[in-house]
């Protein structure tokens, strides 16, 4: 997986991987990425494409897609 | 049920931390809100189980209800098998998290403490560049509540810390990955020895382990750190394949996941009417990432200092000053130094840690202070001298 960052990319979350416990909220700069209760939500419009969240989530949770519309696997964001 | 809109202290987060410190602040009497955002105090824990149980005594009894299995040894296990037991530094249980947390929070409400979960902060009550207190959104409804001073125990990823302008978010070097499976089915040779697995292919960057909680199951677990990973894989992924390697029949009775800040304490954990606790203030000891006995301790200390500031009428930066110098006078150097042994650690290679464990393994550990193992350890590895100076000293 490449992590190099990208120009213009959305952070979706794969929902049947995420164990919604706020690892990747941690590590993000602008706090784009919010823990509710039982629901992971990424900012896109804050987020500044770092791809901090990518490698550290436990089980590779989020994924980086260009920006541009596609098929999204796993359900989106 | 209706919750009043002023309290002396505020603690955000039920976690061991807040816990503690409500329950001190409602002894010292103070008037104590513990609010939690999940729907039950507990659940779910992202924790090893593993306690110092001695120094959870103050706050709690010992109680067979949340104690699972009592612990005799360490085992650290190099990358080809080669092993060292250790005798626990501090007497040691693996526990029962939801039970204990509970129970925790339960001798917080004993004590007068008022405690609310599925109640979730949105913002911190700013005024004067004071934090009093916080909105929140309290079993649906939304409220404010103020008070004098406001504990952060919102774990690592606390969004009360950075509300108030705390700088809380780690580096990736400074952060483990961490995943854990509840295993059942399984034969462990020894119910009362907690294990560690090192080496860069098992772990990289961290290490995996089984805490036993009975004789046929255990949490195993790994942290990784993951600007040491190289293959571009999960932390579940070297997870999976070492409970492959050893358990391949085991079933899996539950999951955890959570990120440790490991790069030692915030330089800031005060500021006008706050203090963060836990891993909100990054209090994780950062070699084996355990922070429950070294939170609990920061909950009292906090507590405490909040209590004799709100007396004198004083919940300045400064009158809440004294939290942060005992934290870092008696946990803060220590934590600091294994912060840079963690940085050590990393550069290992696996020939490295296998020479280290094949000569503790030599020793008569239970026979020889820490002081002699550790002229022993570097009379035959002395360019850990060059490095174990850079931990004192740095």
Redesign the interface.
Known sequence: ?N?SKQSHVLILVNRDRC?I?????????P?AIT???AYLAVNNETCTECL?CI??????ALYDVPAEPVAVPGGGI | MTLRDEYDLLVIGGGPGGATAALVGARLGLDVLLVEKRQELGSPVRCAEAIGYEQVAPYIPIDERWVCAWIDAFRVVGPSGSAVRLPPTSPTAVVERKVFDRELVNEAVKAGATVRAMTRVTDVISEDGYVRGAKMISLGQEIEVRARVTIAADGPESQVGRWAGFKTSPRLSEYYSAVQYLLAGITLADARECQYHIGNEIAPGGYCWIFPKGPDKANVGIVITTTFEPHGRSAQDYLDAFVERLYPEASILGMVLGGIPVGGTLKQIVDDGIMLIGDAAHQAEPVTGGGLNLAMFAGDMAATVAAQAIAHGDVSRQALEPYAKQWQKEHGKAINAMSRARHMALKFKDDRYEKLIGLAADLPLSEMSAFDIILKVLRHDPALLFHAREIIFA
């Open positions: 997986m992590h164990g416990c706020g690892c990747c909220v941690a590590v993000c700069p706090n823990l509710h209760d901090k490698p550290v989530c436990p089980t590779h």
